[in-house]
């Protein structure tokens, strides 16, 4: 990591839950219609048990690249909730763990997590057949009461970056436009750490997916440093009808597909009009999207602006994903690239090579079925991404885009270097 006089890395704030994870066998099937008929006995193999959710994919794929990290979330003293200290405190076995034995009298741990007597804890039954994809069934529990009182401002103003994961699925996060949002990261931004928010689809037809969410971006966004969704994510929150549009559309292909170089260009302007300094467009297989501000900008970015400033300003790249020949899950595939983004630019790394870090940890995650085993070390993802290992082919129609041969990146028409 680049020298810092900060005790954190990063702070990562948020959804937590519980996952349970069937392993289902090669059928063929191509469709859940296929596999789920009534009555049927589904056969299935060995089960993995994982914590889920960003506080968990993204602070512990972090934690294995290096970082120094604390957790804050919030889950309640039943099963779940045990069994998510317990998973948590397995892994950092052995290391500097951010869970502490010692509580205050509010109920908190001293490094964040919020054990609240009476909450239920949140879990998740994630079905992913191969061949199809996955359906998560997902209780949010306690993270629809997480708030402001649940983050340890004391410990955001030792971070050097501050992470918060799935607002839409925490119910006081989004409702009121997302005011209770808002007052985290304007306090969080008042501590001078960086900020930095991730999102989650929601469902449409949820009461979560029937929100406002271009309001709430604009409420939130203006504290937000480091804006992180999917594609998938922008377009429904910021153009939901043209979102409706491809989804009825893409019926026989992939939604990402539908989603061209000025689609990418045309919503990432529009998302840093309302603040960020840095937007992503993750986008699954078709690898990593990112835009950045010019360099006045990038100066506002608190504590832990980029390393080199000349590197990050006014750049428009998408980065192609790295082959894989096996998918086990991509379950955590967004939160483990976020991991391995956040740990290069920690790192000093330029944009080219932090973009190849986070398709490498993304590559990382989908071979194995839960979100967190299958990150490496930053040594050798470092090895990985030095490798040069092969790519997906991705191609981009609209003009003004170049492919950068040597690199093996495409370069947007708002890309200083193009």
């Avoid at 998510?84 to 397995?90: F, G, Q």
């Avoid at 991509?330 to 000093?348: E, H, P, V, W």
Wanted: include cysteine.
């Amino acid at each position: 990591m680049v020298k810092s006089d900060k005790k954190i890395d990063v702070v990562v704030a948020g959804h937590i839950c519980f996952d349970v994870i069937p392993r289902f066998p090669k059928t063929g099937a191509k469709s859940f219609g296929e596999l789920f008929v009534p009555g049927k006995l589904v056969n299935v193999g060995e089960v993995v048990t994982s914590t889920g959710g960003p506080v968990s994919n993204t602070g512990l794929g972090l934690h294995r690249l290096g970082a120094k990290v604390e957790l804050m979330a919030k889950i309640g003293d039943d099963f779940f909730g045990k069994a998510i200290l317990d998973k948590l405190k397995e892994t950092f076995k052995g290391g500097r763990s951010p869970i502490s034995a010692k509580k205050e009298r509010t109920g908190r741990t001293l490094a964040g997590m919020h054990v609240v007597p009476g909450e239920q804890s949140s879990y998740t039954l994630a079905l992913a057949p191969p061949g199809i994809d996955r359906i998560f069934l997902h209780n949010p529990g306690a993270n629809n009461t997480f708030g402001l009182e649940d983050i340890n401002f004391d410990l955001v103003k030792q971070a050097r970056i501050f992470h918060l994961g799935y607002p839409p699925l925490m119910r006081r996060l989004y409702e009121n436009e997302g005011a209770e949002l808002a007052r985290i990261f304007k306090k969080a931004k008042e501590t001078g750490v960086t900020t930095s928010l991730d999102v989650s689809l929601p469902d449409p037809a949820s009461d979560s997916g029937k929100q406002d969410w271009d309001k709430i971006l604009k409420n939130v966004l203006p504290f937000v440093d480091i804006y992180l969704p999917s594609v998938e994510e922008t377009c429904f929150m910021i153009e939901r009808d043209r979102f409706m549009q491809f989804r009825e559309g893409s019926k026989d292909k992939d939604l990402l597909d539908c989603f061209e170089g000025e689609d990418m260009s045309r919503m990432s302007a529009r998302l840093m009009s309302y603040g960020p300094k840095i937007v992503s467009l993750k986008s699954g297989v078709r690898g990593f999207y990112l835009r950045t501000a010019g360099k006045k900008e990038l100066e506002k970015m608190g504590w832990t602006k980029p390393a080199d400033p000349d590197n990050w300003a006014g750049r428009e790249l998408w980065e192609p994903s790295y082959r894989v020949e096996e998918v086990a899950s991509a379950t955590g595939a967004g939160d483990s690239a976020i991991a391995g983004f956040l740990s290069a630019y920690l790192n000093g790394k330029s944009v080219e090579v932090s973009l190849k870090y986070a398709c490498t940890v993304g590559a990382q995650n989908v071979r194995v079925l839960d979100a967190v085993s299958g990150i490496k070390s930053w040594k050798e993802t470092t090895e990985q991404v030095e490798a040069k290992l092969p790519k997906n082919k991705l191609e981009i129609k609209t003009t003004g885009w170049k492919y950068n041969e040597p690199e093996r990146f495409w370069q947007g028409p708002n890309d200083k270097s193009n």
